[in-house]
Every structure is written in structure tokens, then in C-alpha cells.
């Protein structure tokens, strides 16, 4: 609960400090005199952000201090698992520059605002006119049902968290297959690659054949030029008598005759018959090359249609080797063999999925049940509730279908049909209620609501527009009520509802000569008696007035 509020240098507000208690506290005060500032700076404790704030000073900080009683709320392993030390009391501050510049405390540890505001929800329920329209929110409408389902059927809370296992792991296994799903559809050409790695491995390619290839290729495109220029060399080695042999052998028999006069002439003869030996070697190869040649058309054929394979393959896959093939057929082999063992797998999670929407179509039904099971018992209590403030002939129904689709909270649709008048048919709470039908009705359900759960603090801020006196009256009996079994704190314009509260605040504006201020103060006794007969009579405030503010005190 809140123990106490401090606010400095904020909006029209010096400095201001209030404590409070357990139990009903009322606020009032008239008109503009700064009761909403107050709330403002509660919902800024709470984590909400700032757009702009007016500092009464703009040299010094704006600050607003919280200090709050969470020894109920069992939250040691939140602030275990935040880093943060725990005390049963625990201090919030923030402060703000006039640069726009703000900074979090909790129990002096600095915080972002995230941390704040999760910590924020188990502290304050601030319940305003705003907040009614919650009232058409289904997942509210779901929360609600739910934990009176919880607190009145024990099996329910296991039946949903089996549920709530299952939409996760349903979640898991269809984002999985969506993701593999994904996958195969990028790889669509698969039937193509497949085509490529066989028209490959048909080739039966070698790194480095492509230029043995070509080397052939233009031997054998130009064998006639081969053979000519072959005929060309052997006539000139031996075929004519002015031949290169028989010029040598000519030269060999002029050089043993010269022998006989100098014997170092021998070492040139040997050198000459051994090159003559050579070129007759030569002459004999040319002779063996120039027969072997022929025109094998079908050869020609064979090796050129395979470099145009080569080639073709090459533009095809854009590389520019035979070992860039090879790698690509490899790469692409591996992904192929990955595609087939996810096939399997996307088999194996849609009979996964399968078996996960099977066991959830189960519990959803036994949700189902269990829920308007409660809403049955609950719609009993809200209608006492509405006929007890005013509402004669209240008549209303949580209508809750079962749909297609499963959510994080079942497979429910819900909606609250309701009629205020005899012999009227229910129909959607948005097409025939008032404001004020609304507004007592969002109270009956946060008196369930709040009657099932411990909590700590709510506020409601002026949920009285549009009640009158008698009905309001009723109202603040049931917001006291709830304020047994914890704080709650009421802004209110009605005197009926303000004469019940146990402590009772005034907001009032103090004008001075140059500026403005809020100021908060508890009254009671004589004052207070003042303060209900202002509300009851306006500005001005006379014995009858008075006379009935101590009827609703009971003094």
C-alpha cells in the first residue's frame, strides 16, 4: 500500500507531503485545485513517461517520492531476479530537469523506466472514467472470468498452464516449420540443380582436361597444314640429292679424307656421324608422325562437343573452370542432401504440430466449460451487486464461444451482454448502456475482481460521474467494502460517497500575489463536517447543509 507521497517543485506544487493508511481514504476538493496533479504524479511514480512537466522552479529539480508497504506482495524473487534489494518498504523516486532530462530510483538503486513500470503494476491500480472502457476488452473480460475460475475451481489453474505449455510449444514447432517452409520455397530450382549435377557427372569431368582438349581440338582442325609442313622437313631432310643428310654424308667422306693428314679432324668427324645418327632419328620420326596422322571426323566431333559442354556448363553457372564446376555441383549436392533431411523434419513437426492442436483442442474445451461454468456464478454476485446501487432490474451475461483459432488464453470468444430493464432482451454492453450503467458496472466487477486477489492499492479517480446521491452513496458502500481487504483511495465529487471514507484529504489552491500552490491536509471533526456540507451546498455553506453533512457522518 502507500505509505507516503512527497512531491517537490512540481506543476503548481511546492512542496508536498501526505501520508496514508490502510483502508478507505477519500480525496476531495474543488474544481482545478489540483487533485489531477496529485494523480499525475502517482501514475509517473508508476513508470508512465513525462511529455512535459512545468516546474514551479526551473533552476531546481522536480521531485516525486513514493514510499509504499509491499510486505503482502511476495515479491522478493522479483527484486532477486532485478538486481535489486528488497525491503518491505520500498522507496520510488524520480527526478526531473528542466532539460528534460529524468532519472528512476527504486530503494536508491538507479532503474530504466521498464523496471519501474513492471514494478508499477503490482503496486497501483488506478481505476478512472477512462479505464471503463476496458470493460469491452476481451482479454480483460478473460482475466476477469479466469482468476474467479482459479478461486472457485482448483482444477482450472493446472488445466491452463497444461494449456499454456502447449500454445508455446505449438508456437515453437509452427514457427519452425513456417521457417523451413520459407526455406524450400527459396530453393524452388531445386529440380534444375538436380539437372545440372547430372548433366556434370555424366561428363565424368577432369581438372585441366579443357586444355588438353583445345590442344586437340586445333590439331586435328588443322592436320592437312601438319602434314604438308611434315612432307615440307623430310624432303628437306632426305628425299633430294641435295638433301640436309646427304649433304652431311657428303661432308663426312670429304672429312675422313682429310683425317689421314691431321688426326685432331677425328673428334669433328665422330661429332658429325653422331649428328647424322640424330637427324636420321629425326627423319624416321617425322616419317612414323606423318603416317600416323589421318582425319578421324568422328573424333573431331566427340572432342569438340565436349568442350562445348564445357563451355555451355561454364555460361550456364558462370565460372570460368572446370574446378569452379566441380565446386558448384559439390556446393550444390550438400544443399540438396540438407533439403532432403529437412523434408523429413518438416514431416516429423507437422505430426508434432498435429499431436501439440490435438491436446489443445482437448483442454480448450474443458476451459471452455470451467469458464462459463464461472461466469455463471459470478453473473449471480454482479447482479446483486448492480441492484444493491440502483440498478432494479439488472440482467447480465459473460457469452463465451468456443472459435477456430487458438490464443495464448484458449480458443475463446467473449462478450458481455447485458439489460437494466424488465422483459428487455441482453444485447452487447456497448449498444444499450449509459455512462453511469457502465461505470457502476466496471465497479461491481473490480469489487470481484478485487475481492479474489490480495492487492495492494487502487485508486478511483471520479468513477461517481453521472451517479446521483442515493446510487453514490451505494457505490461508496461497495468501494468500502472492498477497502477491507486493503487501501483504496477515492477522488470523488459526491458528498454521499465522501461522508463513508475512513480519512479524509483535501485538495485546495492557495492563490497568492504572484503564483499559485497545491496543498494537501487531512481533516476531520468540524472540518470535515465543512468540507461534505461545501460539497452538498457549494460555495456556500448553511445550517441545513451542515446539518445534513453530520447526518451522513453519523455525528
Known sequence: MINKILISNYAIIDHLEVDFSPGFTIITGETGAGKSIILGALNLLL??????????????????????????????LFFQDHNLDYDDSLIIRREFSADGKSRSFVNDSPVKLDLLKKIGVYLVDIHSQHENLLINNDQFQINLIDQYAIKNFPAFKTIKKSYSDLFQDFIIVNNR??????????????????????????????????????????????????????SEIILLLDDTETSILTQLNLVSSKLLELTQYDSKLQDLLVRIKQNEIDLR????????LNQELSINSENMESIEDRINSINS???????????????????????????????????????EKKSIHTQMSDLS???NSIRNQAASKLTHKIENDLFQIGIKNPSIKFEITRGDQFFFNGSDNISILFSSNKGYALKPLGQ????????????????????????????????????????????????????????????????????????????SKIDNDDSSQTIISEIMSHDRVLEIARMLSGDEVNDEAIANAKKMLDI
Request: glycine share 6%; hydrophobic share 40%; with cysteine.
Open 432 to 507: 444499450i448502456a449509459s455512462g453511469g450503467e457502465i461505470a457502476r458496472l466496471m465497479l461491481c466487477l473490480k469489487k470481484q475482481l478485487f475481492s479474489i486477489n490480495t492487492f495492494s492499492t487502487i485508486i478511483f479517480d471520479e468513477i461517481d460521474s453521472g451517479v446521483s446521491g442515493e446510487i453514490g452513496r451505494k457505490m461508496g458502500r461497495i468501494l468500502q467494502n472492498i477497502a477491507i481487504n486493503g487501501q483504496v483511495i477515492c477522488i470523488t465529487h459526491l458528498p454521499q460517497i465522501a461522508s463513508i471514507g475512513k480519512y479524509h484529504y483535501r485538495v
Open 47 to 76: 513508470g508512465n513517461r513525462f511529455d512535459s512537466i512545468n516546474f514551479k522552479e526551473k533552476s531546481k529539480k522536480a521531485i516525486i517520492e513514493g514510499i509504499f508497504n509491499i510486505s503482502h506482495l511476495n515479491l522478493q
Open 177 to 230: 516449420i513456417q521457417s523451413i517452409e520459407k526455406l524450400l520455397n527459396q530453393s524452388i530450382d531445386l529440380e534444375y540443380k538436380k539437372k545440372i549435377i547430372d548433366t556434370i557427372n555424366k561428363l565424368n569431368l577432369v581438372v585441366g582436361e579443357k586444355s588438353k582438349l583445345e590442344s586437340q581440338y586445333n590439331k586435328i582442325k588443322n592436320i592437312h597444314k601438319i602434314k604438308e609442313f611434315f
Open 313 to 351: 556448363l561454364e555460361k550456364e553457372l558462370n565460372v570460368f573452370s572446370i574446378k569452379e564446376i566441380l565446386n558448384k555441383r559439390d556446393s550444390w549436392s550438400n544443399e540438396i542432401i540438407s533439403l532432403g533431411k529437412i523434408s523429413n523434419e518438416i514431416e516429423m513437426l507437422q505430426s
Open 365 to 367: 474445451i474443458q476451459i
Open 281 to 288: 632419328d629425326i627423319n624416321m620420326e617425322f616419317h612414323s
